[in-house]
């Protein structure tokens, strides 16, 4: 592992299902981070953590929900699926010295049927 | 509210200089940041600006004018592998960032 892994890449799923997804760092960043990315629209903060046992709301949070146990994995579940939940999903990490310098992961194709 | 605006599209030529701009109205300032995001892979971090000014790196160079609440990031020397998008983000009063749509640089030989 180098970085940050997310999985799966991709995913198709019936309304009404619950997913997990998945996201490991092996930066020891304290600071974690979910947001979809929809076109024509900015990332948009889902969740974040700013170090082990806490997290926060971001912007676009309804429908959703993180946790995060450790350091190092920070999984974001959707407790049942509705289409417009239809996005890419990328998972981030900082070091809290510089907050906004982010490192993404590769990202999860998520499609809502 | 929160903005942030950058164009949707642009083109420029191989070789040549492109400015890509970026105007923002947020609650706080905590730096303005450019990311670089290539077609179906994550956004990758370029630069960022604290102070107004221009930062430069190598081919790219970022400025700042906070009282006008405006950005710009200079690509000079273009290369084919320049063609991404380019996303303005504003550090908001919490640290979080808040993102423009980003601008897709189109670069043509």
């Known amino acids: 592992i180098a970085g940050i892994t997310q999985a799966p890449t991709s995913q198709i799923l019936a309304a009404g299902r619950r997913m997990t997804l998945r996201c490991t760092q092996d930066m020891r960043h304290n600071a974690m981070y979910w947001y979809r990315q929809d076109l024509g629209l900015g990332l948009r903060l889902i969740h974040y953590?700013?170090?082990?046992?806490?997290?926060g709301k971001g912007e676009v949070p309804d429908g959703y929900s993180v946790s995060r146990a450790n350091t190092d994995d920070f999984p974001l579940t959707l407790a049942s699926a509705v289409p417009s939940q239809t996005s890419v999903y990328f998972c981030?990490?900082?070091?809290?010295?510089?907050?906004?310098?982010?490192?993404f992961g590769a990202g999860s194709r998520l499609t809502v049927l | 509210g929160q903005n942030i605006d950058q164009p949707t599209e642009m083109t420029a030529t191989e070789g040549a200089i492109v400015q890509i701009n970026c105007t923002y109205q947020t609650s706080g300032f905590n730096g303005l940041f450019w990311y670089q995001q290539h077609a179906g892979e994550a956004p990758t971090f370029l630069s960022y600006n604290v102070l107004d000014g221009l930062e430069e790196k190598g081919r790219f160079s970022s400025f700042l004018s906070r009282s006008k609440g405006y950005s710009y990031l200079l690509l000079k020397e273009l290369q084919m592998k320049d063609s991404a998008s380019y996303l303005c983000?504003?550090?908001?009063?919490?640290?979080?960032?808040?993102w423009g749509a980003g601008t897709k640089l189109i670069i043509k030989p």
């Open positions: 983000a504003v550090g908001d009063s919490n640290y979080q960032l808040i």
């Open positions: 953590s700013n170090t082990a046992g806490t997290t």
């Open positions: 981030a990490s900082s070091d809290l010295t510089e907050p906004n310098v982010l490192t």
